[in-house]
């Protein structure tokens, strides 16, 4: 019982989901294929996982047809996220990229508080350097990884890609509240992305659709972690967290990336890179799990969506991250 208190605890659930889709750089490595190639394939593979969950799960709640283009969109959010990162790491290089892609633990909490009245700790934004930095640090920055053939167009594609991130975050934080559950937004938001991402392909000319077998192996083992189990985590914690919580926790995707790297690749970090998985984990430590926690009622409170915001409701602030 008391394992089943922490599993279902959505910090625990966040941090799962965010080591999960940490393996997605790793193993779109050991495939050996473009970005486009591998965000067309790991949506492809893991829509019908979704769809069967989404049918023996969430039968009955039927999406709204606004909440179904809420869905489409977080897709292309997603898709656009994807592509334009990958874009900003050929650009700038992965350290730069990396932690300007991350803007997201700005933009999300921001929304929270202008849209949802959530109220972040001072902690948490006493906390944002920390993260940034041991982000670009893990990313390789003091390494050279602000290195790339063109460094004023990847800064702007990665900070468009972190946009677009904050973007899909806010979506997916709604899913559940606004018609069709989580699983059925995570399906429709998934054949969008996978549209993106073969459009992408087909006009930048680097999409293979037909990749080796063993390519597919490793892009079906990307659908069900990082698509399909990391986003159904993510998407339960975000829902159940203040956005600064939810956002803080995702921080822990870079420096997991690293490790993953070393224990998949052999790619070793080096000492700075260890740094700032160290000051990434700290950061989100102290601002997640010490913080003080919120009212017991904030936990599974639905988030409003844009037709409940000017009414005169009263609703309890979020004063801590739980």
Do not use: K
Not at 78 to 95: C, K, N, P, R, T
Not at 150 to 161: H, N
Not at 256 to 271: N, R, V
């Amino acid at each position: 019982m008391r394992h089943n208190r922490i599993l279902i605890d959505p910090r625990v659930q966040g941090v799962l989901g965010a080591l999960a889709i940490a393996l997605s750089a790793p193993l779109v490595a050991l495939s050996g294929v473009s970005s486009t190639t591998a965000t067309f394939f790991r949506c492809l593979f893991a829509l019908p996982i979704l769809v069967i969950l989404a049918r023996s799960r969430e039968r009955g709640q039927r999406p709204t047809p606004a909440a179904r283009r809420r869905h489409v969109l977080a897709g292309v959010l997603l898709g656009i996220d994807m592509v334009l990162w990958s874009e900003a790491i050929l650009s700038v290089g992965a350290g730069v990229a990396t932690a300007l892609v991350n803007v997201q633990v700005v933009l999300v909490p921001l929304a929270g508080l202008l849209w949802f009245g959530e109220r972040p700790p001072r902690a948490f934004w006493l906390s944002i350097p920390v993260m940034l930095a041991g982000t670009a640090l893990a990313g390789g920055l003091a390494d050279g990884g602000a290195a790339g053939s063109d460094p004023w167009y990847g800064t702007v594609m990665a900070v468009l890609a972190g946009v677009a991130y904050a973007g899909y975050l806010i979506l997916l934080r709604r899913a559940g509240t606004d018609g069709g559950g989580r699983t059925t937004m995570l399906a429709t938001a998934t054949a969008a992305s996978a549209s993106v991402g073969g459009l992408s392909g087909l006009f930048a000319g680097n999409l293979d659709v037909t990749p080796p077998v063993s390519a597919l192996l490793w892009l079906f083992v990307l659908a069900v972690t990082g698509q399909v189990l990391g986003w159904l985590l993510i998407g339960r914690a975000l829902s159940a967290l203040p956005a600064s919580g939810g956002s803080a926790v995702l921080m822990l995707q870079p420096a997991a990336a690293i490790l993953f790297g070393a224990a998949l690749l052999g790619q070793w970090p080096t000492p700075p890179q260890l740094a700032g998985c160290a000051l990434v984990v700290a950061a989100v430590g102290a601002v997640s799990f010490l913080g003080g926690r919120s009212s017991g009622n904030d936990q599974d409170r639905p988030v409003p969506g844009p037709d409940e915001l000017g009414r005169d409701r009263t609703r309890e602030p979020v004063t801590g991250l739980l």
